[in-house]
């Protein structure tokens, strides 16, 4: 007990070389915030019978709490899930131009709402605009937040109070509570569910369409595949229909693409301009899916509607700021030159990388992964593996990939769990997988330029 009289002042440890410096870079009242939160803890371990940290120590210890206070939450890691776009890891990386139009827009101010030839005033929208109609051959087209922001307004727009067609099939659920029946429910509409799971038939939809009908709307089954005895309305005849009954026919298409991507030897994905041209008068898609930049939510379409949605106050509350805006730019200008797009759009790059390339990686850290195991119970090695396209993309579809795997001698799988941490303590955490008793760094997302970084972290695996 007596040493709690000989325990340091809050002043007496400032005035420390080592504490000075934190101040210097970090302020006083920030660093004596720590202090008196380690002397707090020092206090109470000394009442219980612990001996009394030296200057140094507590020094050294507030140090340490300053750093972990001012790392950032939002860090960087490797993306070695085996899932390109991956929604808790943020999607999308965007590429360098993209990035530096978000940092162009920062810097300045820019002509956000601003009309430059006029000296009047602007509208957001503007920034893209003419882009997205050149790119999708939609009339008009307008940003919000995400696609869910987007499904919610248009619905909220064009069937408040209204009903709204769609095959049971398509009630889908995304990751993270984007549910169909939900949004519809809190926009104001009514669900209609017409057809069966596996199947819908146009007289269906026929049947359905009545003077309160709102929408006759198709959703993209994105995240799921039924398989086998199945029927779907093409858009085209829903269309028809729609525009026969004098309602508006929908579109939402979760990831949209705006180019083929079987070009590339990947599975064709609907593009927003196949739903235009089929006939939808809107449709809704997000920018940080296979598009490849930023978190948004597009909808294009015929201009009345587009007109319609911009004057709900809601889409006020669903705009993007400027760093969306440019981030879009940047990336929509991208697709105007699809023949360069998967060197120079990051998302599609990762995505077309080819096996054989990830492969030469893969033998190349193999001696670095198992020097980073030798201390551990398990076997280090390469695999083929498949990699996932992600955020609701492609389901059923895989890439042939290459992954370091780490398997357990005998049965000890809690270490993989051990490992799993592990990788995500480094300095920059590492992400993998745990399946089929391995833990698998799919190599796929490991962009060449990164490599040595990454080898020189596994160095550091404890
Ligand atoms: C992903 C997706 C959404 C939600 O889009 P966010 O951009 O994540 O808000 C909505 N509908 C479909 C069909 C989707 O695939």
Known sequence: MNELKNLPSVDRLLSEAALQSLVAEHGRTFVTDAVRAELTLVREAVKGGAALPSDDAIAAAVAQRVAAHMRPRLQP??????????????????PESVVEAIARAARAPCALEYDLESGGRGDRDDVVEDLLRELTGAEAATVVNNNAAAV??????????????VSRGELVEIGGAFRVPDIMRRAGSRLVEVGTTNRSHLRDFDEAVNAKTGLVMKVHTSNYAVQGFTAAVPEGELAALAHARGVPFVVDLGSGTLVDLAQWGLPHEPTPRESIDAGADLVTFSGDKLLGGPQAGLLVGRREL??????????????????????????????????RLPQRLEALRLLTRPEGEIHAQAERLLPVWQSALAQWPLDASIEATLSQIGSGSLPVDRLPSVALVARPRGKRAGVLHKLEAALRRLPMPVIGHIAADALRLDLRCLRPEDEAAFADRLGGLK
């Open 77 to 94: 890691v490797f993306n070695l899930t085996g899932t390109v776009l991956h929604t808790n890891l943020g999607r999308a990386v965007l």
């Open 152 to 165: 919610f307004l248009l619905l909220n727009t064009l069937a408040q109070k209204k009903e709204v067609v």
């Open 306 to 339: 587009i007109a319609k949605i911009k004057k709900n106050p809601l889409k006020r509350a669903l705009r993007v700021g400027k760093l969306t805006l440019a981030a879009l730019e940047a990336t929509l200008t991208l697709y105007r030159d699809p023949e």
